[in-house]
């Protein structure tokens, strides 16, 4: 068995989007090993390449572990592989449990998703309102539900102390627009400064969503680590404002100083879309005293000149 050692910090899957934003929050304190495949951008953390699918143990250094580790990415993915979901993702958290209750770690964050509140129909969605709804139909939306049931579960039988966070709509610089994993604004950006037009948008755009920039998730993530507030809690982390995905195109078209009239061809939306995201924050804002801090009009400025440096253009 796979031994993971030398650190004080475990993030599995830490070298995604969302990932690079942890850690880059928790860089400066904290040892941090990431365990995944694929190794990191920020090369001066410690990587260790692990299929995480198969049990593994780590060293009793360890005082936290922030769980990321799953097969994710835009809609277009987890559409496309519902049997990695729903297969491998539990059998990856039941991993990463039986790992840290074995080396006795303090504290597990547990990273759910907003794809819980598919079938959501209350607004601005608070944390329970997920136990009064169907549970989602989409295959990663129902992996994600479950690993937090396997955080009640381990808590209740092994004490395990945890915290899931449930990151809505991240954004920001670092995240390719790759067909596959990326969200919404990478694509959109990608598809405006490469002069699609007209710009294809998936269904008629009213579809909204509360967009959270990626350095907000990394704070949520350092502000409740080993945080007594945290424990045994579930958090929505987002921003505070809802938008129509066609108002997002509208403000990228602006933004990157456009010269046509903006004109838009709607596709075919995917069955397992949503049609309004809007939670409440409240009740992280109240316990951790955590609140967003970046406008959305100058995270997406930011995020649009990265994409456009990263693509030469």
Request: charged share 25%; net charge positive; glycine share 8%.
């Given at each position: 068995?796979?031994?993971?050692?030398?650190?004080?910090?475990?993030?599995?899957?830490?070298?995604?989007?969302?990932?690079?934003?942890?850690?880059?929050?928790?860089?400066?304190?904290?040892?941090?090993?990431?365990?995944?495949?694929?190794?990191?951008?920020?090369?001066?953390?410690?990587?260790?390449?692990?299929?995480?699918?198969?049990?593994?143990?780590?060293?009793?250094?360890?005082?936290?572990?922030?769980?990321?580790?799953?097969?994710?990415?835009?809609?277009?993915?987890?559409?496309?592989?519902?049997?990695?979901?729903?297969?491998?993702?539990?059998?990856?958290?039941?991993?990463?449990?039986?790992?840290?209750?074995?080396?006795?770690?303090?504290?597990?964050?547990?990273?759910?998703?907003?794809?819980?509140?598919?079938?959501?129909?209350?607004?601005?969605?608070?944390?329970?309102?997920?136990?009064?709804?169907?549970?989602?139909?989409?295959?990663?939306?129902?992996?994600?539900?479950?690993?937090?049931?396997?955080c009640?579960?381990?808590?209740?039988?092994?004490?395990?102390?945890?915290?899931?966070?449930?990151?809505?709509?991240?954004?920001?610089p670092?995240?390719?627009?790759?067909?596959?994993?990326?969200?919404?604004?990478?694509?959109?950006?990608?598809?405006?400064?490469s002069?699609?037009?007209?710009?294809?948008?998936?269904?008629?755009?009213?579809?909204?969503?509360?967009?959270?920039?990626?350095?907000?998730?990394?704070?949520?993530?350092?502000?409740?680590?080993?945080?007594k507030?945290?424990?045994?809690?579930?958090?929505?982390?987002?921003?505070?404002?809802?938008?129509?995905?066609?108002?997002?195109?509208?403000?990228?078209?602006t933004?990157?100083?456009?010269?046509?009239?903006?004109k838009?061809?709607?596709?075919?939306?995917?069955?397992?879309?949503?049609?309004?995201?809007?939670?409440?924050?409240?009740k992280?804002?109240?316990?951790?005293?955590?609140?967003?801090?970046?406008?959305?009009?100058?995270?997406?400025?930011?995020?649009?000149?990265?994409?456009?440096?990263?693509?030469?253009?």
């Amino acid at each position: 068995m796979v031994k993971i050692k030398g650190g004080d910090l475990l993030i599995t899957g830490g070298s995604g989007f969302i990932g690079s934003h942890i850690i880059d929050s928790l860089k400066d304190d904290y040892d941090i090993i990431v365990a995944d495949l694929i190794r990191p951008s920020l090369k001066s953390v410690k990587f260790q390449k692990i299929d995480l699918r198969r049990p593994f143990s780590i060293s009793n250094d360890f005082k936290a572990c922030i769980h990321l580790a799953g097969f994710v990415g835009g809609i277009q993915y987890f559409t496309k592989h519902p049997v990695e979901n729903v297969r491998d993702n539990p059998k990856i958290t039941g991993n990463v449990f039986d790992a840290c209750i074995n080396s006795k770690v303090k504290h597990v964050i547990y990273t759910s998703s907003s794809v819980v509140y598919q079938h959501q129909k209350k607004y601005p969605t608070k944390e329970d309102d997920v136990l009064s709804s169907p549970p989602p139909t989409s295959a990663y939306g129902i992996s994600k539900l479950v690993g937090e049931y396997y955080c009640r579960a381990y808590n209740e039988q092994f004490g395990l102390n945890y915290t899931v966070l449930r990151p809505f709509n991240a954004y920001g610089p670092g995240e390719a627009p790759d067909l596959d994993y990326a969200h919404v604004i990478p694509q959109l950006i990608e598809k405006v400064i490469s002069k699609q037009y007209p710009v294809e948008i998936y269904g008629d755009g009213n579809q909204t969503r509360t967009f959270t920039h990626g350095s907000d998730i990394g704070r949520a993530f350092k502000m409740c680590i080993n945080n007594k507030s945290a424990y045994s809690e579930t958090f929505n982390v987002a921003g505070n404002k809802e938008l129509k995905i066609i108002d997002v195109l509208r403000k990228i078209w602006t933004q990157t100083n456009q010269k046509r009239e903006l004109k838009v061809k709607h596709l075919k939306p995917f069955k397992d879309d949503v049609q309004r995201r809007y939670p409440s924050n409240k009740k992280i804002k109240k316990l951790i005293g955590w609140s967003p801090k970046i406008s959305f009009d100058d995270g997406l400025k930011e995020t649009i000149n990265w994409i456009k440096k990263k693509s030469n253009l």
